[in-house]
């Protein structure tokens, strides 16, 4: 692209960021890698940029026309900070933006769901993307993750729910398009992977990749709260507990064709990406 304006990516070396990067490279954007750290991040331009330092907003949107969004991480109220910024941005001739959000909070909900309210009355291009449950979760750091290695169980209050697993790699397919393409989506996008699939369904997939038994355990609402709250606040481990008792009641059990609509390709499935990331 000839464009001389750059993408500011926050978040540039998380799950979605990182990978957004690297898409955005691939087309011969020119990208401001933001975080906290000014992580460099090869073939970006590394910059300073945390949610709760509003000096380090002005520098990383100079020279910026669009941003993909993600917000503060493990903050019930991020709207409290984000809105601010989305003032400054677009102050600053920033477009277009798109906000990573999360297939179970609507517009007006609660947490990023404030932020996706506002967001069409600030900039003329904008997308939500509201990505279903992370492939991701069950990989690194996380708490399913941690649970699979350390006593081959995955915890949950979901019940026999099902869920359309999305692999973050299909998440930054469709963000790129969404900060790229000529017309901006403007409207909030519904990302799952290509089958909704319990976490029973998942456990018994990882042990037939694995080889290690990995069994679902089920919680209630009230013992999955709990385990939160002993790491995280109780509004937020509150909320992420409901989540859980929501899919329990079917509210992930769907799949869309957002990610093959918008990229040209078929989203990846939970057993292809076990096998790539996993195994």
Do not use: C
């Not at 609507?106 to 932020?115: F, L, N, S, T, W």
């Not at 000529?182 to 519904?190: G, H, M, Q, V, W």
């Not at 957002?258 to 990406?273: D, I, M, N, Y």
Request: no cysteine; glycine share 10%; aromatic share 6%.
């Amino acid at each position: 692209m000839s464009d001389p304006h750059a993408t500011l990516v926050i978040g540039a070396t998380g799950t979605t960021g990182r990978r957004v990067t690297a898409g955005l490279l691939a087309e011969g954007r020119h990208v401001k890698a933001g975080g906290r750290t000014a992580a460099p991040v090869d073939g970006a331009q590394a910059v300073r940029f945390d949610w709760n330092e509003p000096a380090t907003w002005g520098e990383a949107l100079r020279g910026v026309d669009r941003v993909y969004l993600v917000p503060p991480v493990g903050s019930t109220e991020p709207a409290a900070v984000m809105l601010p910024f989305l003032h400054e941005a677009r102050a600053a001739r920033v477009r277009r933006a798109v906000l990573l959000g999360a297939s179970a909070i609507p517009a007006g909900g609660p947490a990023v769901g404030q932020v996706h309210q506002a967001l069409p009355g600030l900039f003329d291009e904008w997308a939500v993307l509201r990505p279903s449950w992370f492939m991701q979760n069950f990989t690194g750091s996380t708490p399913h993750a941690r649970g699979i290695r350390e006593g081959g169980t995955i915890s949950t209050a979901s019940g026999a729910g099902r869920i359309g697993f999305v692999d973050a790699q299909d998440i930054a397919a469709v963000a790129v398009r969404a900060l790229l393409d000529e017309k901006a989506p403007d409207t909030d996008l519904i990302l799952t992977g290509p089958q909704t699939l319990s976490h029973d369904v998942v456990a018994a997939i990882l042990t037939g990749i694995t080889g290690r038994t990995v069994v679902h355990r089920h919680l209630t609402f009230e013992q999955l709260r709990d385990r939160w709250a002993a790491e995280i606040p109780l509004e937020f481990a509150t909320m992420l507990a409901a989540m859980d008792r929501a899919i329990a009641d079917g509210a992930e059990d769907r799949t869309t064709d957002t990610v093959e609509r918008l990229t040209g390709r078929p989203p990846g499935t939970f057993r292809a990406f076990a096998e790539r990331e996993i195994a």
